[in-house]
């Protein structure tokens, strides 16, 4: 089966960088996707990889490396606006996607 | 601008009652995805279309969940009868079936079965 693993809180210092760790277990896949989902709110797209190394998108990165079976979300210059959940998904067959639990992060000022 | 439309927004029932969620989804996405998540079990799949026609219904409840698309711009999930372990948030999503698509995803119906 496939299945992806995240941890399920993260706390980082405002103005800090945080990596938020994804790995996976799969037969294939097309790629990663990263959402954001604020509390109360739907979750919204933030990346996705392909193909390994990295992909950047203004304060954050995602990086993938199909070899290791693990991804990770990185976020620089953190404001208090990204405490939130965020997911690492696998884009599968029938490019459908399969759910990692979620990665509370928790800023501090 | 285009977006996942979905309702009612919030759902108060009481067990036993039948519950209809619905969604539009963005204009010329053929590809929609019903989830539903709670604290416990983060987004699960329950459902996911594809020009209509379902691809994938194994995440649900088969004895009391059903899920439709009676046209390209109407979703809809029906529970019944209610239970109060339905209690979760509902989301809707669409897209498209491409390499790389992000999904579009509407804001949700919150139930709560009582």
Known sequence: GQSLEQPSEVTAVEGAIVQINCTYQTSGFYGLSWYQQHDGGAPTFLSYNALDGLEETGRFSSFLSRSDSYGYLLLQELQMKDSASYFCALQGGNYQLIWGAGTKLIIKP | ?114
């Open chain 2, 1 to 114: 601008d285009a977006r996942v439309t979905q309702t009612p927004r919030h759902k108060v029932t009481e067990m036993g009652q039948e519950v209809t969620m619905r969604c539009q989804p963005i204009l010329g996405h053929n590809t929609v995805f019903w989830y539903r998540q709670t604290m416990m079990q983060g987004l699960e799949l329950l459902a996911y279309f594809r020009n209509r026609a379902p691809l994938d219904d194994s995440g649900m409840p088969k004895d009391r969940f059903s899920a439709e698309m009676p046209d390209a711009t109407l979703a809809t999930l029906k529970i019944q009868p209610s239970e109060p372990r339905d209690s979760a948030v509902y989301f809707c999503a669409s897209g498209l079936p491409l390499v790389g698509t992000e999904a579009f995803f509407g804001q949700g119906t919150r139930l709560t079965v009582v």
